[in-house]
């Protein structure tokens, strides 16, 4: 493959199976572990993650949208079940009804055009029927429960009740521990409801990363695991109590993404002078520093101007000065020999060293799921190890 770009992103094979090993294991048995790839694959690139994950095991994927579906579609062919969990306008649940991909209903006119284009595809469009529970966001209200009750009955020729749902609003802090409690009894509730009204569901499922770790009993028959196969826990809470509990002190978990890239110029400056934009640098003494092609437009936070760390030569250094849209300049005046061309790490590991995407994510006041899906989808991935 051809590429001109100016970094690019290493992701290991090795890393996630190790992952989904571990995750297979601490998930009950005969619980589908659902890979949830939006994002881009929370920054890991969904066509090249997709198929990579299919030879680890997984043969079920949660996107947002349809867009998403359809790249996984494409990138892993039509033996896995794909799981749509907000998005698609009419003509998309059309192609989703005909390719079956299930997705999620939250509301009755897109109950009611399920089925409408279920007859005329002659074809059952395979529904999880999403419940308000405390979120907030999307999901049917309880008192809307009885008229979706008859319409799943009326229609069950066109209709696969493959699914009950809903989604926590923050298991990952024990700060909204009532609020989570308050919304598993909430479902439990619907759930008793549609059972009263003579349905049952083909799945029940609930858990993201953080409830299935923190609430075990909230795995049902179905777990959408999305940040933990990334080998990254939801927050630092969640790894501090699952270390805590199992009495262990190492993270279970493995990184599976690099960035890199390469030193683009290497320089001195003076005593007294401003590094970059106006003067948020001043070089106290004289130096020497490196410009690396990467910048805010590339997924380098202009939040870790004055801040970020990168690894050249095997040594953490320092970017000084301001992010700008293409470049940062780091502080090599301790690092011997950098020269034109050498490798940088901006996430990873160099030698003995690690910037991982925690403290990378720490220093920017972005939480680590927001970091890894703002790095560009046109950054080159490559597979390693
Ligand atoms: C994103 C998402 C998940 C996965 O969340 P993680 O915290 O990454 O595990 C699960 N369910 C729904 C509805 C989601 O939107």
């Given at each position: ?231 990254f826990f939801p927050n630092k809470e969640?790894l501090i ?14 990184r ?45 936070s202009?939040s870790l101007?004055?801040s970020g760390r ?9 970017v ?27 996430i ?6 690690e910037i991982g995407v925690s403290s990378f994510s720490e220093i920017s006041n972005q939480v680590n799921y927001e970091m890894l ?13």
């Open positions: 493959m051809t590429s001109f770009k100016t970094s690019h992103i290493e992701i290991s094979k090795n890393a996630l199976q190790h992952n989904l090993n571990f995750l297979r294991n601490f998930i009950h048995d005969n619980v589908i572990i659902s890979s949830v790839v939006k994002g881009n694959a929370y920054g890991h690139g969904i066509d090249l993650f997709t198929p990579l994950a299919e030879e680890c095991g997984i043969d079920h994927f949660s996107v947002f949208s349809a867009d998403e579906a359809l790249h996984v579609y494409e990138s892993t062919g039509n033996q896995n079940t794909i799981m749509i969990m907000g998005y698609a306008d009419n003509h998309e649940l059309e192609w989703a009804i005909e390719n079956d991909i299930e997705f999620f209903v939250f509301e009755l006119s897109r109950l009611e055009k399920s089925i409408e284009l279920a007859k005329k595809l002659k074809k059952k469009a395979k529904v999880h029927i999403e419940i308000e529970t405390g979120m907030n966001r999307t999901g049917f209200h309880f008192k809307k429960l009885p008229k979706v009750i008859e319409i799943l009955k009326k229609n069950s020729d066109y209709i696969s009740f493959s699914g009950l749902c809903t989604h926590y609003a923050g298991a990952e802090s024990i700060a909204n521990y009532y609020r989570i409690k308050k919304q598993r009894a909430n479902y439990q509730k619907a759930l008793k409801k549609m059972e009263e009204g003579g349905l049952s569901p083909a799945l029940k499922h609930t858990a993201c990363s953080a409830a299935a770790l923190r609430y075990p009993k909230t795995q049902m028959d179905m777990a959408r695991l999305g940040i933990v196969q990334y080998g969640v109590e699952y270390l805590t509990k199992k009495k262990v002190t190492e993270n279970p978990l493995k599976l993404i690099t960035w890199k890239s390469k030193v683009m110029d290497v320089k001195p400056v003076k005593t007294g002078e401003f590094i970059g934009y106006g003067t948020s640098f001043l070089a106290n003494s004289d130096m020497k520093i490196a410009v690396i092609p990467v910048g805010y437009s590339n997924g380098f202009r101007s004055n990168v690894l050249i030569n095997g040594q953490r250094v320092s000084i000065g301001i992010v700008n849209m293409n470049m940062i300049t780091v502080d090599i005046s301790q690092v011997e020999d950098v020269k034109k061309g050498d490798e940088v790490v901006l990873g590991k160099q030698g003995d060293l899906t703002r790095l560009p989808s046109d950054i080159p991935r490559i597979v390693v190890d």
